[in-house]
């Protein structure tokens, strides 16, 4: 039964503004750190946001750092990507990850995270 699930992807055109969502459980729901990534077509799977339950620390990759928000929700067990200033480089499916491990360290890595959606795909074009 655990489970994550993205929602929220959508076409946008370059320069536009999406918000997308993952739900969780009480059992896919992470208490320490949760992560977007993304698999552009092409490329390989990077990690691009994370987020430590406890204080909200986060951190973001060089390629979306300035642009996205990542936030979450704990008592609608929702973790958020709030993309700004879209370009077509960010096209690609987005998935959410939890972790199990109690470590408040939230690396960009996807050895820390145990639990992950289906993905979703955003699509942006110029």
């Known amino acids: 039964q655990a489970q994550l699930m993205e929602s929220g992807g959508a076409p946008v055109q370059a320069g536009g503004s999406l918000t997308i969502a993952c739900a969780g459980t009480e059992s896919t729901y992470s208490r320490y750190c949760m992560a977007w990534f993304r698999q552009a077509p092409g490329k390989e799977r990077e990690a691009i946001a994370s987020i430590y339950r406890r204080d909200r620390t986060t951190r973001y990759a060089d390629s979306v750092k300035g642009r996205f928000t990542i936030s979450q929700d704990n008592e609608k067990k929702t973790l958020y990507l709030q993309m700004n200033a879209l370009q077509p480089e960010d096209t690609g499916v987005y998935y959410c990850?939890?972790?199990?491990?109690?470590?408040?360290?939230?690396?960009?890595?996807?050895?820390?995270?145990?639990?992950w959606g289906q993905g979703t795909l955003v699509n942006v074009s110029s």
């Open positions: 990850a939890s972790s199990r491990s109690p470590s408040a360290d939230c690396v960009l890595g996807s050895w820390l995270y145990h639990d």
